[in-house]
């Protein structure tokens, strides 16, 4: 840029002027001349002249366009150019996600940064993958994984590790694979799925002539414990299956962090974790990483069509906007209030004459309860506790599958983000309705 | 509310300014109470308010909250709040994209009305229709419609008489199921799909004991022809199969419209068209629209997870921005840019010995060349025309599908929202290129 | 800017990018190298990004500063730095207004570039003058350059034709001069001052020893004619005083900017117009024009302290995005809007019996009413009209000063910016009520 | 406000949904119900909507308008408006700042909103007094101020204990006054002016029948000392003479909110202070409060015209954002701070055989040099340190007047919302360049 402010102030007014500015764009060039998450977050304005710029750069900010396409991003109204961060042309090609887009080249630098940055984030926190951001959450970024590998590897069955969550399993149905549920059994507290019966399972599949693909979970409410993720990759690697996991919220805490990195040294076709959850964006994003790059294309070629830029942009945003320090802050504090939120449970419990559940969890924590656990939870709804979920011992689909569970019981989490305050308060509302 | 401005200003000041404020109240007091789109557009001040106002509803925004979950929507920055318009907990349910979000009361509301809202503008557009606005643009939502038409009706293999577009393919691939190709002929310069080779497809299928669905294509570029919706509504029907339209740029232009009017006699289960193209929104979202009320609720339970509130109030904003007269007139206009364009084009055919391709087209035309026709795209293109499409006579995939076409051409849109002076400017780049 | 997005996209997308980012930079760019009002006027996203770039200079925005003043541009909400555009440190310096701030060089630049643009705007509507851009409005800039007329040439009196406004008279009291009102005569509908008045009132302050300054009106509510500001001007200059010209909003309309161009040829020190009503901004700035520089300077030094940055920035955005050619069809709006507003009013005044006022006047017009003014003005207002006033024949203050006048009536202003609708419907409201 | 969302989602959501809009706006209901300022600031949102409601009464936005007056607060881009928070009219009338705005009915309730709110600010802090915000700063208040003793009380002349600050200097002779400087006195460090030299002055001008009226000054940079206002207040109480204070940074530190409550008690009739250097707005903005109310009429009365709103917005703003706790947390880290500062000065004295003054003030310290002062200072501003003040010995208007003084000398300061980090660094760079 060429600013002609010749005249205007004195000679040494102009110069400091144009240092502050010139440290200022700095701060920009850095970020696209390293391609690193930074240490310290940058503020918004930055970040704001940083999307601005390379917005800059689609084909329908072209001051001399001739638009004769019957789609050129033409919007209505500013609002609706801000939602979006004025990337109008979405990101993606009509079947390639991470495709340069013809049409918006400062979408499509302002996709790769964003992928580039994850991977630099991933790796600060010991993960050494490849990795995208996706414009669709959990449950749809799972489907994409399994639909690719379908199409790579003939897959034709889902092996999951039951956990009772509506998103894989929908994630399943929606891309037409049958799914195979492996039952899970009851370890002292503990809900989980033993690794033997995984195996199990891909055998009789193998032995039917399908092409099985595992589904595991990593992170989950207790007492359904993680899956042995080690163990079902080594599984993988040797039956040559493919594995996706399911990590939701897993790179909030080492706990799962470490898991994952003694899985990733046998099989893992690609990981995938919530952006909100793990790097509070808005609801709407995912990523999705893996250290088996022409996986992770093979994943991104299976989108059908372009999509909205809104979630790419938000994980770029908390990339920058956190920094690397700062985000190993959130996770020791999020560690704390977990184990405030565990003494604070026991001396409940006591008092309550109820028990805390000996779950092996880094996040969530469950308590039982003498009373109807819907009936607590409802009742905590409406103490404006927001997240609590009640389970009845008897209910088959719960935590665990086709079994009763011994207690009654009630799940609160203490995920990052969260503040000693609301561990406190939580502890009080429990303490009436319980 | 109740606002005491007593004792600040006279009295009949007071009444005055009360008096505004409830007009511009009632602005959006009638939106929610008539839940049509209005005839005149709003403004976007309003339309802020309105989105405030329901943002202000979700459970994220409660001042007396205690958030215990590990999904809080906990965001990072302003700027990303502002990209959802403070609906950070997205929209759907694990399992359902309609159902409403317990956490999020007001993006629920504001899902319910942009979907009731869409009903009353396809209605003024003259199509009776159950609607809902999807977060995914058209090739994503295809894939939610076939998906539902396994689930529902054990669909296995999708009918496409051939487009040579990427998203449909893509579609269905990703949901696991297999296509059956309904090949083109030649009709004059017309390409086109008869109805008979559908029939004939849909016949091979059934009697190979599959279930089969037809995907057909209402909006395309020429020299490929809409399919006869009507006559595969017509087939459909007999042969009880569900029948899915791409009309991914229909809404636009009453020739589509009307074609769709009587297609809905017969079998339709669901129309899709994308938000960015019809509506001017950014890209990102659809719409998806049916007589079959039960269908649609099909399709919403086939989204897996949540989704981004973005691209539904991208569409809920445009509704509520353009209004029905401004759009009937963005119709019209339109209209008179076809017919500028083509007079243009016939003018410059004429000049260069050229030929306007005589197709049924109400949005693109097309003009022969004798130069290499990626060559003179790749021209405009650095011409800084966006848009055209120049196709070999000999490109087996360009429109038609493995056959030859007489005539080596390019193609150029009037799409809605395009303006008199890039009709001009493209025939002077024509002109400089063909 | 370096901006290294190599290899994120293809070569031939990123020279694209980079060719559309370049003409987007550009269009600010030329903006600080001509320094002069663009023809077609530049949208807010450049405006902004112009803003944000100056911004980004003052040193508050140095991300290695260190803050030890007790003055340092501290703000506590992001919504109050939009609200001056980040301009925290205002304009000014301890007391010159126009003089660089060591601590905003970004700021000082921006108020320096406002003031340019602002002269190749009034020399596109042929006024070759020196103008500055203050932070205050119409009354208090009046005060500036009387106050400055007090410094310079020891005026202690203000000759004063009447003219009922108190903005001026409050502008007089307020810095301590003394007014010498002259009186208005009756010139058939006409109220005017007679320039032989004003001379008198002139020598007589001579001959007292005084060294009067003449405060002339040019724009103003009819039955008041604008003052002479021509022979004003030349007697000012025969008796070597100065003369300041309250032009409010004199630059919408080319009657006021003849006779000013005109009466620039003698003795002017500053003409003072409003930012608001001549050029679209929200209300609080002001500009003051002259071809005397050094009379400009000693205004700008007269200003005690620092101020808003704000009203001066408005004044460079509508500069910006208006655009000369713009401007001048807005003005062109104005006269037809002003004929049609006198066709009708002739048409209401046959009907009901009354008469429009045969007076010299480019904006507004009166028409008589045999009901009491006050209370048609009062209907008015309730019937939601602003900005008609009704003036009783014997209110001494009203229009003219210590004379009665022939009729009550009614004054109705078509300024730039009035949309046809307005004149339409003020004329409806006026039959409901006359 | 009536919303009807019936029908949309199930009863309990709907109730939920309800509660969770009716807290929020409860929040901005409590600030027009209470008008106090809140404990705990509210949020940006909220402001956000409070200023969105206020500014919907304004008759610009009244969608039934007919807009026929010279003045419409037509704005021609979203920008400015939001710039002013929509209140595009401004504050004020003609000649009466805080009158209500017939056309601007909610504009006229945020100005007396945010008065009210200052004053119980004011109260929260031990003063008892009536109060005004400006929309100018400190010089032009003052000006506003010594006009209005001067229309009330004849005063011709204003004392000045003299004060090295142009503004006030500025300002004085903008409204056309003479000033009489008290001259300062050394008093170990410290340099003061007498009581009794001001008592002096007063009799002085008085036996020339003149009306004085005193200006003292409050907020100073050291050496110069705090004009005792106490006693200066029972002189002009004494002699009933009008008595203005310049109090620039006076509320965020106890040391002068003592002072002024004491001196309250006897003869003030206005204090001045910046809404920048105290309330964390940007510039522009003034408070002025007295136990007078009916002088503070006056002073409003005082200023021509209207004024932009936005420097009253920004007072507002500030005021809800922070919250009274939060405030009296910052006093206390100011507290701190200095404290910090004074210690590292100490040591860094001892280290360069330095001095740090003995003076008398809550906010700056002062530390001699053996170099040139003007070149430190110079320096400091290179190494990116704002706000020092380098001061020669024998500079005649350094900070005293006339009179040599007996080191040169650098002052710094520890003004409200200084960082520690800031005085560590600040350290750093003075041990460098001293
Ligand atoms: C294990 C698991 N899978 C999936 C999801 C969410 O899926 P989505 O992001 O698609 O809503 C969650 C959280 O809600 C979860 O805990
Ligand atoms: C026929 C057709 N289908 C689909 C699409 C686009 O699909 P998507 O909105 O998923 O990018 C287009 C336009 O690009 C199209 O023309
Ligand atoms: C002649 C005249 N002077 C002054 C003003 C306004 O002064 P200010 O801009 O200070 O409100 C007006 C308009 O309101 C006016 O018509
Ligand atoms: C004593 C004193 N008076 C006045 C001012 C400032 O006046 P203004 O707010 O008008 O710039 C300051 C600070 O800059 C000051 O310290």
Do not use: W
């Not at 144009?18 to 060039?29: A, M, S």
């Not at 990337?87 to 009509?94: M, P």
């Not at 400062?106 to 580039?116: D, F, I, R």
């Not at 669709?136 to 790579?152: D, F, H, P, Y």
């Amino acid at each position: 840029m060429e600013l002609n402010i010749t005249g205007f102030i004195p000679k040494h007014m102009e110069n400091r002027g144009k240092l502050t500015l010139k440290e200022n764009l700095k701060i920009i060039e850095n970020i696209l001349e390293q391609r690193k998450v930074p240490e310290n977050g940058i503020d918004e304005e930055h970040i704001k002249l940083l999307l601005r710029i390379l917005s800059f750069m689609d084909t329908d900010k072209d001051p001399n366009v001739v638009q004769i396409g019957e789609r050129e991003a033409r919007v209505y109204t500013k609002l609706q150019r801000e939602g979006v961060f004025d990337f109008c042309h979405g990101v993606g090609r009509s079947g390639n996600l991470i495709d340069p887009q013809p049409k918006a080249p400062g979408a499509s630098v302002m996709y790769k940064l964003t992928n580039k940055l994850l991977e630099s984030f991933l790796k600060t926190l010991g993960l050494k993958v490849k990795a995208i951001a996706t414009p669709v959450a959990t449950g749809m970024s799972l489907a994409l994984c399994l639909s690719a590998a379908r199409k790579k590897y003939n897959s034709n069955v889902v092996i999951y590790p039951y956990a009772a969550h509506k998103s894989p399993i929908k994630a399943t149905s929606f891309i037409g694979m049958r799914m195979r549920l492996v039952e899970t059994v009851l370890d002292g507290d503990i809900v989980k799925v033993n690794v033997g019966d995984v195996e199990d399972a891909i055998r009789k599949e193998i032995n039917e002539n399908n092409n099985p693909v595992v589904l595991s979970t990593l992170t989950f409410f207790p007492p359904r414990k993680s899956d042995d993720v080690e163990e079902i990759a080594k599984i993988c690697q040797e039956y040559n299956i493919p594995h996706i996991i399911n990590g939701a919220y897993a790179i909030q805490n080492f706990y799962y962090i470490e898991k994952l990195k003694k899985a990733l040294k046998y099989r893992i076709d690609a990981v995938v974790s919530s952006s909100d959850k793990n790097l509070f964006t808005p609801i709407g994003g995912g990523i999705i990483y893996t250290k088996d790059e022409s996986f992770l294309k093979e994943i991104s070629l299976t989108y059908p069509g372009r999509a909205s830029a809104n979630p790419i942009v938000n994980i770029l945003i908390s990339l920058l906007a956190i920094g690397t320090k700062n985000y190993l802050n959130l996770m020791k504090e999020q560690k704390e209030c977990k184990k405030l939120l565990d003494e604070l449970l026991e001396d409940l419990a006591k008092k309550k004459d109820e028990r805390v559940l000996n779950v092996e969890n880094p996040i969530s924590s469950c308590i039982t309860t003498k009373k109807d656990p819907l009936d607590v939870a409802g009742k905590l709804y409406n103490l404006r506790v927001t997240g609590p979920r009640g389970v009845r011992r008897n209910d088959k689909f719960g935590t665990c599958y086709l079994k009763g569970y011994p207690y009654d019981y009630i799940v609160v989490n203490s995920a990052i983000g969260v503040k000693k305050d609301d561990i406190y308060k939580v502890i009080e509302k429990l303490d009436e309705v319980l």
